[in-house]
């Protein structure tokens, strides 16, 4: 007889009995949890389970000791991995037995080709290698309810592996519109020091580049933030995995109605994930430019659910379009106002006569002995976003994306992030938008249409 079991979670079922250490939270430094030896993969590890991961995702620490290895891995669920400390190397063999390595060290990311025969290496003879590694086996386990099938099948999918290049830490550059770049790839050697694109929508100075890895449905992407700004404030549903990849800060996060705000400081090491829809805030206070990598489950190419690609579409899009983020005029501008929004805005204004704004920031944040960090009292008043949460909402999305860039306005079909300039190109002729969403000259709402159907 069938056990009389209600709402039973398969992922969470199997992963207790692997006799692991499972720690669940909001945030942790990866660096200090404790491991265990796991007998499936031949090392120690430990199951991470952040409070904003949603249904689909979870972490994985893997550590190996100095020399050491994994055993052979072969599994049926996609995962991003991100290399925290020590150095290796990893092989990867397709169904023809044809091999690829290549070497990581800290701040490496890379991605294992579904279903693929691998085996990650500690390549010191003195210290401990440990990853972080973000997969898609909640999902996976619930589905199909069989551990075996997704530890012991056979299927290949040598499609997925992609150019032997990928393994190079080389790559190809698709470009889109900003905010949209994407780096195709299987492995990337350091974030830290990676070339990212301007992205001015979601803040001053600020900069990124989106990941597609390995083929996989898995989202990565790396944002940074020049020193003395903040990201807009923003919202979107679970699963994006943040590690702070250079420098350290904090954010701050709201649940639309709550009074007090949250705070978490990060640096590299650090994992957290904001819970669904929960408003949050990232700030620069560090010394240097803060890069921090998101991993989440459903990306640019393959988005997997209509709730994930309107989130992917709004990032960078007013709530009051329809997007995700809090504009800066929306921001609550009582007296503890975010404590960067006044010179931000001076910097902002006078940006033609002083084109150093990173050097103007940077001299507002230090004072005659060096770099001073905001009080404990004025970073738990950064950031205060509620007010402007509430005042931004309902307002309904005007079908294209319109931003000022250059000398013109550049817009974007929201539909499908294909771009159109608003600039003719022959007689280089501004156009203006009207609140029909059509332009002289051309009729925006009409093009959508039309290239939809092709």
């Not at 905001?374 to 294209?400: H, L, N, V, W």
Request: charged share 25%; net charge negative.
């Amino acid at each position: 007889m069938t056990e009389n079991r209600l709402l039973i979670d398969t992922y969470i079922d199997w992963v207790e009995g692997e006799g692991l250490p499972i720690y669940e939270a909001f945030g942790f430094n990866l660096l200090d949890l404790e491991v265990r030896p796991w007998d499936r993969i031949g090392a120690n590890g430990a199951a991470v389970h952040v409070s904003g991961r949603g249904d689909y995702l979870n972490v994985f620490l893997v550590e190996l000791s100095p020399g050491d290895s994994t055993d052979p891995l072969r599994y049926l669920y996609e995962e991003v991995v991100y290399v925290l400390q020590g150095h290796g190397s990893t092989t990867i063999e397709d169904s023809s037995g044809m091999r690829h390595s290549f070497e990581w060290g800290p701040k490496s990311l890379f991605a294992i080709p579904l279903n693929v025969k691998h085996r990650h290496f500690n390549t010191s003879g003195t210290e401990v290698a440990r990853l972080a590694t973000v997969t898609n086996l909640p999902m996976m386990m619930k589905l199909f309810r069989d551990s075996d099938f997704i530890f012991a099948n056979p299927y290949d999918f040598d499609h997925l592996i992609g150019d032997a290049s990928y393994f190079e830490g080389k790559g190809d550059f698709i470009a889109n519109r900003p905010g949209r770049h994407m780096w195709e790839t299987n492995f990337v050697p350091d974030l830290s020091n990676f070339e990212l694109k301007e992205m001015p929508a979601r803040g001053a100075g600020g900069s990124n580049i989106v990941f597609a890895l390995a083929q996989g449905t898995m989202h990565a992407h790396m944002s940074e933030m020049p020193v003395g700004t903040y990201k807009k404030a923003h919202r979107h549903g679970p699963d994006f995995h943040i590690f702070p990849v250079s420098g350290h800060s904090y954010s701050l996060f709201l649940f639309e109605g709550d009074k007090d705000l949250n705070r978490i400081d990060w640096q590299h090491g650090s994992i957290y994930a904001p819970e669904d829809m929960m408003l949050h805030q990232h700030f620069n206070t560090s010394p240097e430019p803060v890069r921090y990598l998101a991993v989440a489950f459903g990306g640019l190419r393959f988005p997997f659910s209509e709730e994930k690609r309107r989130i992917i579409m709004g990032l960078d899009l007013d709530l009051r379009k329809g997007g995700t983020q809090i504009e800066y005029e929306d921001q609550d501008t009582r007296k503890n106002c975010p404590i960067l929004r006044k010179p931000l805005k001076e910097a902002k204004a006078n940006e033609s006569r002083n084109p150093n704004r990173k050097a103007c920031l940077e001299k507002f944040l230090r004072g005659a002995d060096g770099y001073k960090r905001p009080t404990e009292s004025q970073s738990s008043d950064s950031g205060k976003i509620g007010q402007g949460f509430r005042s931004a909402m309902g307002a309904k999305s005007s079908g294209i994306y319109e931003v000022v860039h250059g000398a013109h306005d550049d817009r974007y079909c929201n539909e499908c992030l294909h771009y159109v300039c608003s600039e003719n190109s022959s007689s280089q002729q501004k156009r203006k938008t009207t609140n029909a969403g059509t332009s002289t000259g051309i009729c925006l709402e009409r093009w959508t249409r039309t290239h939809h159907r092709r």
